[in-house]
């Protein structure tokens, strides 16, 4: 069985640009999060879905960032405009019984 | 300060060795508890979960929780190189996997 599928596994990007990260779930998994992770830290949880609903996005910095999960399966990571502190590994997970984390997207804002 | 509080390391040990990882934490209302392992470039796997305190064993794994004290550990038997990586506390009021707090995590290193 498939994992967790992230994609890409790493962006460069320039300050002010937009930047995209997708994830497909483990099948039949309900729950997903998105969260990230800075160098020598832990992850920090951004956003959790339950199904398509967004259950709790208190972390998300809503003015830039933004997420999506159509038909409560695969989901979309957004940041417009991307800055220079937004370099680090988005972690998307999913869990039914135990959750399963993807391999991340390394992103570096230059 | 932080909710919860792991020591980065580095920690060096030679194989066969006992290791013991430790987070600590501030926040009474953690009732589960769970250990990652994370390789360089991989996403995090869960190696131990637990519910309030005691011990849980798996293998040469073993988590302890003491929330008196608010110490968790986790405990690696007769180490191997293949356990060198970086080792994350996280902890959460609820049952599943929501509103996980995670520690900075340890990394391990195991020589041959």
């Known amino acids: 069985e498939a994992g967790v599928v992230q994609s890409p596994r790493y962006k460069i990007i320039e300050k002010k640009q937009p930047v995209a990260f997708w994830c497909n779930p483990i099948?039949?998994?309900?729950?997903l999060y998105w969260y990230r992770q800075n160098l020598g830290q832990g992850p920090e949880l951004l956003i959790r879905y339950e199904n398509e609903e967004a259950v709790d996005d208190s972390q998300l910095p809503k003015d830039r960032f933004s997420a999506e999960r159509l038909k409560g399966v695969d989901s979309t990571l957004k940041i417009q405009p991307a800055e220079l502190g937004d370099s680090a590994v988005y972690l998307c997970?999913?869990?039914?019984?135990?959750?399963?984390f993807g391999q991340g997207t390394r992103l570096t804002v230059v | 300060q932080k909710e919860v509080e792991q020591d980065p390391g580095p920690l060096s040990v030679p194989e066969g060795a006992i290791v013991s990882l430790n987070c600590t934490y501030s926040?009474?209302?953690?009732?589960?508890f769970m250990w990652y392992r994370q390789y360089s470039r991989k996403g995090p796997e869960l190696l131990m979960y637990t519910y309030s305190s005691g011990n849980k064993e798996d293998g040469r794994f073993t988590a302890q929780v003491d929330k008196s004290s608010k110490y968790i550990s986790l405990f690696i038997r007769d180490s191997q190189p293949s356990d060198s990586a970086t080792y994350l506390c996280?902890?959460?009021?609820?049952?599943?996997?929501?509103?996980?707090?995670f520690g900075a995590g340890t990394r391990l290193a195991v020589h041959p």
């Open positions: 926040n009474s209302a953690f009732q589960y």
């Open positions: 099948s039949g998994h309900n729950t």
């Open positions: 996280a902890m959460t009021p609820f049952s599943g996997y929501n509103k996980l707090i």
């Open positions: 997970a999913s869990s039914g019984r135990e959750a399963f």
